[in-house]
């Protein structure tokens, strides 16, 4: 059964008229009553009866108008629930992205998006790095957004942004050297502790013989620690520039590298018309 079989049928059955369907269908008569025949042998029902040269509904042809209605309203509401889904009207979009982008970076973004395309449906989830970068890859988000550098064939990454770390301390608090210090870190699988750990190995210092005071799974809770006089950390400018302003932390003086917010692209995926419009109201 197709949808053009239920539209000839329709045709048909209002007018109980053959020639008068196809006239209105702009179809050959032959091209109708094929269509009718196709329909009754599939079934194997009779929907019509053959009185002289016209035509009447059966019992089961009458109750069936009311069926095929319903199936072509269905269908043209899902024509057009595509209809406003391409045309950003209508949708969904799953992003995921690791805290420091997730809470400081992304929301604006989101923001601007959700007054430009009301009807797109925008949620957000917080995880660590590694996890968002699984997340795209298996499916369970249409968009990632991470500032760590992580390298699979299921994922594409692609700059949006520049962010710089800063190596922080208590305003108060005394630091004989890096190597002694007690740290604050963020968690394994952290993007803003895997910079962290390559800078200080790049400077001669062993990341993995660390004192380790506290390891905290967010950016508000390292920094609360560290303002707190619990040791040293490095987190984003855009988390502890506050802190910076009003004197609770000061900036130590080592220099860490300037890292990128990225994007994580499926690659092994379809991406929607809706993430294509976010990927370039986000992207520079």
Sequence with gaps: MTLEQLRIFLAVAERQHMTEAARALNLTQSAVSAAIAALEERHDVRLFDRVGRGIALTD???????????????????????????????????????????HYWLPPIMNRFHTRHPGIDLTLRILNTREVCEAVAEGEADLGFVEDEVRSAAFTLIPAAEDHLLLVAAAEADIPDLQGARWIMREEGSGTRAILEQALDAAGLDSRALNVGLELPSNEAVRAAVEAGAGITALSHVVVDASLADGRLVALPFALPSRHFFAVRPTLRHVSRAAEAFLAHALP
């Design 60 to 102: 089961l042809g009458r109750s069936f108008v009311a069926e095929a209605r319903g199936v072509l309203a269905r269908a043209e509401e899902a024509a057009s629930f595509l209809d406003m889904t391409s045309g950003l009207r209508r949708g969904r979009l799953r992003l995921v992205a690791s805290q420091t982008v997730g």
